[in-house]
């Protein structure tokens, strides 16, 4: 059904409402209105002049109360009116209007069947009646309310679709296309009589006269296109698709350069299996800057839980570079194509689509994270500075993009700075454990390199009340304390989870047997270096200093300087390594 709004009552209304209250001074009107169920009888009764006045005041203070939305009082003042006047219609409307209010749409039927049954005539009673035959479900009294409005209206077409849509509602097909034959006398041929006509058609399975009506409007106006893709879109439905092809192809004839076209005729290419074709008509509607980018874009979304697939991602790849190619001042078409080169694994180039993306709409924040994230990835840490900086003079308050430029400022050994950003973050948001554990594991490396030890440590700790497996806090918690020799066992524990959670982590596995070293496990020591070493294909010097330490404890004080030896050879040029190859002997 279509919706109305009646509840709003002009002054105009209320102006009618007062000569219909003087009208019933001294007269005893009895009223009687029929409907399919029930007979309404309002009766009336005698009213004096004094009973005139007081119906007056009381409908005029109802409506003030009305106007400052004091409902219950308002209803009260109506009520007392028609306690006095049983026939008032205008306070009876007035009650209904105050039950819809309240979504009671029972009562307010109740009182609106007594409004037009005193006023036939009266176009907002029936009005807000057949809204509350509707909300109450009863179909079945609507076609003789349309009925009356149409009477009072005649030239309201709505009233007539309204009347169809009640009998389509019932089941009444062939009267409900009657009554669209009557819009039609009254309108011409509308492409709403159309669709009304083909949806009931179709429920009577009369797919040949749908297709017919359709047919005879495209031989009327042959360069309507849309009246070829509804028709293949009723064939398509109807499992006829070879009709539905051979339509849309006709259309194509008339006008090549309709997007509507080539994606109708990409999904009857799909339904077919035919995936070639399917996706050539996908490339020329992408191609069409008129067809809505929009719909370009959910197409895209539609490519992204098949992925995995890589003639699905070379797809969508190429797709989205069409996108831009179309719409090259659409900042939504560089951000798809920034996101595919992502997933084909193409860093450089999303880089240069999201800079143009932001340079068309700096508005969209996650365009900007995307950005940074690549920055950082790509070490570029002035870039990450630059277009951080920039997005959060935009969108101060995100947490993430605080963190990302913080770890930009640690990455710049610029701690200070750094320390004000990560702040910034942990302190926007309560809710993300990992951003927060992130947050704190490296506001515990930036107080570290500023000698804060205290503040390190405490922020570790919190770190991990976030993520006790955070696999780097764990590791560099670890590797601090032992270099301090404190809490020794604290840091092993620590330690060892992190290469659980990493194994094969050259990194971890050397700080843990560093720390295995620092507690005199020389023999736990050597197996977890030598598996570091193993796994650090470029042998890091302090990895083979560390191993030259164990040896060295281990009774192997010639292939401990030999070690020393390899690790002063990678460019580890310390003064106490020095010592250890020229004395032959562990130096702290």
């Known amino acids: 059904m279509r919706s109305r709004q009646l509840d709003n009552i002009t002054s105009g209304k209320a102006r009618l409402a007062a000569v219909l209250i003087l009208g019933s001074c001294l007269l005893i009107r009895p009223s009687y209105a029929q409907n399919k169920n029930k007979v309404v009888i309002v009766a009336g009764k005698p009213m004096t002049s004094t009973d005139s006045a007081t119906v007056r005041q009381l409908f005029f203070s109802g409506l003030r109360e009305k106007a400052i939305e004091n409902n219950t009082l308002a209803f009260e003042y109506f009520d007392r009116v028609v306690q006095i006047d049983p026939q008032n219609d205008a306070s009876l409307y007035e009650l209904a209007i105050i039950k819809k209010a309240k979504n009671n749409y029972p009562d307010a039927q109740e009182f609106l069947e007594k409004a037009v049954t005193v006023n036939p005539d009266n176009e907002w009673y029936w009005a807000a009646l057949a809204d509350c035959y509707e909300k109450n479900n009863s179909f079945d009294k609507l076609e003789n309310v349309f009925n009356e409005l149409i009477r009072i209206n005649p030239d309201k077409i709505d009233y007539y679709y309204d009347k169809a849509n009640a009998l389509y509602y019932l089941n009444k097909y062939d009267d409900a296309l009657q009554v669209y034959k009557k819009i039609e006398e009254l309108t011409g041929p509308t492409d709403d009589l159309l669709a009304n006509r083909q949806k009931i058609y179709l429920k009577q399975n009369k797919v040949d006269l749908a297709a017919q009506q359709l047919e005879q409007m495209i031989a009327a106006d042959p360069s309507q296109i849309k009246y070829y893709l509804f028709l293949s879109q009723l064939y398509s439905s ?244 032992s270099l301090r020799g404190e809490q020794l066992d604290k840091a092993a524990k620590m330690s060892k989870r992190s290469t659980e959670l990493q194994p094969g982590n050259a990194s971890f596995e050397d700080t843990y047997a560093w720390i295995l070293f620092r507690q005199k496990d020389y023999a736990g020591a050597k197996t977890w270096i030598e598996k570091a070493l193993t796994d650090d294909k470029e042998k890091s010097a302090t990895k083979l200093e560390h191993y030259g330490d164990i040896l060295f404890y281990l009774g192997k004080a010639d292939d401990a300087v030999e070690n020393w030896k390899k690790a002063k050879d990678k460019g580890d040029a310390s003064p106490v390594l020095e010592r250890k190859i020229n004395e032959k002997k562990y130096i702290e």
Request: contains cysteine; proline residues 3%; glycine residues 4%.
């Open 238 to 481: 109807n499992n006829q698709p070879d009709k539905a092809l051979k339509t849309l192809l006709a259309g194509e004839k008339i006008k090549s350069n309709s997007g509507l076209v080539h994606l109708a005729l990409a999904d009857i290419y799909r339904d077919k299996k035919d995936i070639e074709h399917s996706y050539n008509e996908l490339t020329l509607a992408f191609a069409i800057p008129d067809l809505d980018i929009e719909q370009k874009i959910k197409i895209i979304g539609g490519y992204l839980p098949r992925l995995t697939d890589p003639n699905v991602k070379a797809s969508a790849l190429e797709l989205s570079r069409i996108l831009t190619v179309a719409h090259p001042t659409d900042a939504r078409g560089y951000a798809i194509y920034g996101d595919m080169l992502l997933q084909n694994e193409k860093p450089k180039d999303a880089k240069l689509m999201y800079q143009k993306s932001v340079a068309l709409n700096s508005q969209v924040y996650d365009v900007q994270e995307q950005l940074v994230r690549l920055d950082l990835g790509e070490n570029d840490i002035a870039g990450a500075i630059k277009d951080g900086e920039s997005s959060l003079s935009l969108f101060p308050n995100q947490a993430w993009m605080n963190y990302l430029v913080g770890v930009a400022w640690m990455q710049k050994k610029d701690y200070k700075k750094a320390v004000d950003y990560l702040k910034n973050a942990s302190s926007l948001e309560l809710q993300d454990k990992d951003l927060l554990s992130q947050c704190f594991s490296a506001l515990g490396d930036c107080y570290h390199d500023l000698k804060d030890i205290k503040s390190s440590d405490e922020a570790y700790d919190k770190a991990l009340t976030y993520n006790a497996d955070n696999a780097f806090t764990l590791n560099n918690f670890a590797y601090y304390l």
